[in-house]
Structure formats: structure tokens, C-alpha cells
């Protein structure tokens, strides 16, 4: 999604939601670790939920993508996530969940407070990291995609298989 949005709109405007994953994922990591998974745990229903929404909001995320106007007209009329749309994103992003889940358990095991924080500052610094490598191959690839055309099909692709990516949350119990 970063690598399309530097496609799309460049790497200044891309640059809150570049923060908001890196920042929204590192504060995931954080309150599971000190938590939130046992609400999983103690009511299922709230994960098949989650599942849910996840699901529709990448199908919704895959269609901005597929639709995306080319950059002249992104100027007028197209816009990155915001800060906030990419941090909540987090929230609904099946492979972030499993990430959280899975470093939490393997850095953190105990849960101590002092444990988790660097688990999630390390998530921080690291997730900052991508998301600058992201977009910024997305910007290269800018210079690649000058064609109206050759853009469309990039996003058409980057669309599919952001559907694509979805298909282990739907076929796994």
C-alpha cells in the first residue's frame, strides 16, 4: 500500500501515512503485550469480528488502489490515507495481528512492561524504516509508470493482491 501511494501521490504526501503505520502497529504491539489479547481469548465472537471488518476494510483499501487517479489528477481530486485512517488500518490488518502476536510471544513472553516496550519500540524503529523503503520504491517506480496505462495496470495489481493477501485469513479457521 505505501509502495502504490508513493506511486500515486509521492513521498511528501505519503509521509502520514508512512507515520501512522509505524506508530499505529508500534502501539499494537504495545497494548497486546500488556493485554489485549486475553479479551480475544475470554469472548471468540470479538475475534470472528475482527475478521470481518478486516476483511471488508482491505476489500474497500484494494478498490481505492485499483481507482486511483493518475498523479496530475491525484493533485485536484486523490489523496493518501491520512495519519490516522493508516494507524487504524493496523487495527484491522490481519498480518499485523499475527506480527504483534507472534514478536510479543517470542520477545516478551513474560509480559513485563519494560520487555514489551522495546518490543514496540523496535517495532517503531523498524516499522519507520519500511515504510521510508516502501514509498520510496514506490517513487521510483513513479518515473517507470509515466504511462496513464502502464499506471492503471500497477494498480490494478497492487489491488489484486492486496485481495489476494487475504485469502489465508478466509480459508483458515
Known amino acids: 500500500m505505501l509502495m502504490a501511494s508513493g506511486v ?7 509521509i502520514p501515512h508512512m507515520a501512522g503505520v509505524a506508530l499505529g502497529h508500534a502501539l499494537m504491539v504495545f497494548l497486546v503485550g500488556v493485554g489485549l489479547m486475553g ?22 483499501l484494494a478498490w481505492k488502489i485499483a481507482t486511483a487517479l493518475p498523479p496530475s489528477a491525484v493533485q485536484v481530486e486523490g489523496r493518501p490515507l491520512t495519519f490516522l485512517q493508516a494507524a487504524a488500518f493496523q487495527w484491522v490488518n490481519p498480518k499485523a495481528w499475527i506480527m504483534s502476536l507472534a514478536a510479543v510471544s517470542v520477545y516478551a513472553p513474560e509480559r513485563e ?6 518490543v514496540a519500540l523496535g517495532f517503531l524503529s523498524v516499522g519507520w524504516l519500511t515504510t521510508v523503503i516502501w514509498t520510496t ?8 509508470l509515466n504511462r496513464p496505462s502502464w499506471l492503471r495496470a500497477f494498480n490494478y495489481t497492487m489491488a489484486a493482491l492486496l485481495v489476494l493477501s487475504l485469502v489465508p485469513v478466509l480459508t483458515t479457521g
Open 8 to 14: 500515486n501521490y509521492g513521498f511528501r504526501r505519503t
Open 39 to 60: 479479551a480475544f481469548i475470554g469472548y471468540p465472537p470479538l475475534q470472528l469480528a475482527l475478521q470481518v471488518v478486516s476483511v471488508l476494510y482491505m476489500i474497500w
Open 113 to 118: 512492561m519494560v520487555a514489551v516496550a522495546w
Open 137 to 144: 520504491l514506490g517513487l521510483s517506480l513513479r518515473r517507470l
